[in-house]
């Protein structure tokens, strides 16, 4: 039992069985001081150490054995089993994020047991084509995970696990990332437009000018409803912005149209003859 009677290990783990020869004929073999869910059992001369720690700690055991004779000829044994209790990590709460996000922080607030590496599998509901992430070095809080090129709206459960160097590998802890943007775009419209009559009574050719948009994620898309020509008067062109989950906003713009073109006058000469009455 050189090799195995003192070993390291994580808490409901196997412990390797720790196997003893014990010669002559004796009466009783004991052993105290083992971990909880870890046995031992005689027989045929050879002791046997076996079982899955469930408490974690540092367990001195001794082992008794006795011959029963006068004077009795008592036989000890000692070992250790050295049981680390599992890493945990504690998780922050995540924040809302945009469904053309390319990765998410996971913040955390703190851990136990040391752990060095993480891994994260999708849960579920699950969010297609996410690639899991295996044994990553545990950096400083949060932590950065890549998302796949398309992520639909919706909240998603990912599983995280923790492992520390000596190999101990903490519990499940599932999480959620919520991708959803309710809040509509902005515009500011162009500035109001004073323009002379180009054909006939109206104006054609008419130059807006662009709006001013923004949203938290993105614009998909920036319309207005601007006639092809501007009758004399004012004509109200609104301008309308859609953001990539479908919100959307409106601004006016002022298109007035004036007629500047004086008339044209067409005089004709006229002759009038008078008679002896005058």
């Keep these: ?51 899955s720690p469930s408490v974690s700690g540092l367990f001195s055991y001794t082992i008794t054995s006795s011959d029963g004779t006068c004077p009795d000829v008592v036989l000890t044994n000692q070992g250790t089993i050295n049981v680390q209790p599992l890493p945990t990590i504690t998780l922050g709460a995540t924040t809302v994020y945009c469904p053309s996000s390319t990765s998410f922080n996971l913040p955390y607030t703190s851990t136990t047991g040391s752990p060095t590496t993480y891994s994260i599998i999708a849960g579920s509901p699950a969010l297609t084509g996410f690639t899991p992430i295996v044994n990553a070095p545990i950096t400083s809080t949060p932590l950065n995970i890549a998302l796949p090129a398309v992520v639909p709206s919706g909240t998603y459960q990912f599983i995280i696990t923790v492992k520390n160097a000596n190999g101990c590998l903490s519990t499940n802890k599932a999480f959620t990332v919520t991708f959803q943007d309710t809040t509509p775009p902005t515009i500011t419209c162009p500035a109001p437009i004073l323009v002379s009559t180009t054909t006939g009574c109206t104006a054609t050719g008419v130059t807006l000018g662009t709006p001013t948009t923004n949203d938290n994620c993105s614009v998909a898309s920036v319309t207005n409803n601007a006639p092809s020509s501007y009758p004399v008067g004012a004509t109200t062109v609104t301008w309308a912005v859609t953001d990539g989950s479908g919100n959307t906003a409106t601004c006016t713009q002022t298109v007035t149209v004036v007629d500047q073109t004086p008339p044209t006058a067409i005089c004709k000469n006229i002759s009038v003859s008078l008679n002896a009455s005058g």
Excluded: F
């Design 1 to 51: 039992a050189a090799s195995t009677e003192n070993q390291p290990l994580c808490i409901n783990t196997p412990i390797t069985d720790i196997t003893y020869g014990i010669s002559g004929s004796p009466v009783s073999t004991t052993v105290t001081g083992l971990p909880t869910g870890v046995t031992y059992n005689y027989a045929s001369g050879t002791l046997t150490i076996s079982g």
